[in-house]
Structures are given as C-alpha cells and as structure tokens.
Nanobody, 117 residues
C-alpha cells in the first residue's frame, strides 16, 4: 500500500485561502488516481476533487471555480489549492490514492480545515 501524509490544514477566515498537500511513499504514485475527500461533523465523507494519473481533473459542484487539484509526480505529491473559502468548507480533508491495476486504495490520516471568523 501507499502511505499518505496530509498537511496544510488550519484555521482561516471566510474568503481566505489554504493549500493542502499530500505526500506519498512508494514508487507507483504516477500510476495512481489521486482524490481529495472531506467529512464534516455529522455528515458523510464526500468527494471534493480528483486527478487521474493522466492529469484529468474533476470537482464537486460546490467547489468548482474555487478549488484546484494538481499533482507533482516527481515529488509524489498531490495538492489542493482552496480559494474563497466558506464556513461550509469546514471539514477534515482526506487524501486517497487509487489504482485498480496495482490494487491500491490508500487513505491519509486527514487534516482539519476550519473556516471561521
């Protein structure tokens, strides 16, 4: 399995920005689809953004135009740039690595994002 470590969370005011990072171990990062999920208290975990091993991206409607997912295969890291943050973005954000070919479905420990004035 791939080991994932998220960082970059914190407390930010509404309208502010944060950049989350997810560093991975192993040698097959470039073969994995990478995703960011989030889970707010009392709610189900939801997909926020994804980037395929080929670089195609997809976003939840609630974050389109505000969040950007990117990856650096040389650094084995995926990023989530979050702009124009809203209180509704408050959640624990999790990184996920997925590869059906290599039977990988790994999760990080999560990083807390709190948007509040």
């Amino acid at each position: 399995q791939v080991q994932l470590v998220e960082s970059g969370g914190g407390l930010v005011q509404p309208g502010g920005s944060l950049r989350l990072s997810c560093e991975t171990s192993g040698t097959i990062f470039s073969n994995c689809d990478m995703r960011w999920y989030r889970q707010a208290p009392g709610k189900q975990r939801e997909l926020v953004a994804g980037i395929s091993n080929g670089g195609s991206t997809n976003y939840a409607d609630s974050v389109k135009g505000r969040f950007t997912i990117s990856r650096d295969n040389a650094k084995k890291t995926v990023y989530l740039q979050m702009n124009s943050l809203k209180p509704g973005d408050t959640a624990v954000y999790y990184c996920n690595a997925l590869s059906v070919l290599f039977r990988i479905d790994s999760w990080g420990q999560g990083t807390q994002v709190t948007v509040s004035s």
